[in-house]
């Protein structure tokens, strides 16, 4: 998991979609770009652009939100971002026709279908961590999220509890890898309660979602007539937010994340919190071996940095 360089794509792709909450056509472009440049994202329509990090957090209620100073808003960056680190990818440049994000099947499996079609290839730039030092833990009304110390990558720990028969109580626990990124996180999608719809529309959120890209939850159970792609499809998917949430902090993170009924603003809470607080983490490169017949993880070295090290 501790790569030494930095990771870009090797191709340009396009997809194509509709947002699942404004329901318009989406027509976003991924392509490559150089060591230390983030992930971009490129309004077309306005010639505006917002790099994807804990600043340009507008909002993290229903989906997850960016926008500088000026510019505006580009939304559900959360299942494309999660395809990003869940596979390594660094650096990109993605150029966006609207405001949403597509949300095509409502997985990660699409985007992670264009990267490979893409290719991932090495840049000339050093990897950065987030190293967690110590336990930062944000608490709601009804669940809450910690990241505390691990350094053997990032893990996830994600339990979920609905009160309805088709979920119930589900946990998630992984380290995460490309490999388990791909198997056991990508292909979850998102869902939501027939009961909640109405409310939605009325709030402008959901106009775009359908049985096509969303799991659906009625009285009965599923809705969806090819069922789930997992038994407990629905706690993965929440992992699956969960690693594009965390990855607004800018770097790959060395923590161990915990979550008990949480969601995008929650996560995004806990990467704040961490962020926050300088004697809560720290930064680390990845070490180039010395020799390259040496086999195993590269090693970490502290980075000296100013406070404001997390927006580079």
Known sequence: MNAVRQTTLGDCVTLTGVGVHSGKPARLSIAPAEADTGIVFHRLDSSQSV???????????????????????????????????????????????????????????????????????????????????????????????????????????????????????????????????????AAARTFGFVCDVERLWQAGYALGASLDNTICLGDEGVMNTTGLRFEDEFVRHKALDAVGDLAIGGMPILGRYRSYRGGHKLNFAVVDALLSDRSAYEIVEARIPARRSVRGNAGLVTVAVPAYAPEL
Do not use: W
């Open 51 to 185: 790099r994807a990090c804990r600043t340009a957090v507008r909002g993290s209620d229903l989906a997850t939100v960016l926008r500088d100073s000026s510019g505006p808003a580009v939304s559900t960056v959360e299942h494309l971002m999660a395809c990003f680190a869940g596979l390594g990818v660094d650096n990109a440049h993605v150029e966006i026709d609207g405001p949403e994000v597509p949300i095509l099947d409502g997985s990660a499996g699409d985007f992670v279908a264009a990267v490979d079609e893409a290719g991932i290839v090495e840049t000339g730039g050093v990897r950065r961590y987030l190293r967690v030092l110590k336990p930062v833990r944000v608490e709601s009304e009804t669940g809450f999220g910690e990241l505390s110390p691990y350094d053997f990558g990032l893990r996830l720990e994600v339990e979920i509890d609905f009160d309805h028969a088709a979920i119930g109580h589900q946990r998630f626990a992984a380290t995460l890898s490309p490999d388990v990124f791909r198997k056991e996180l």
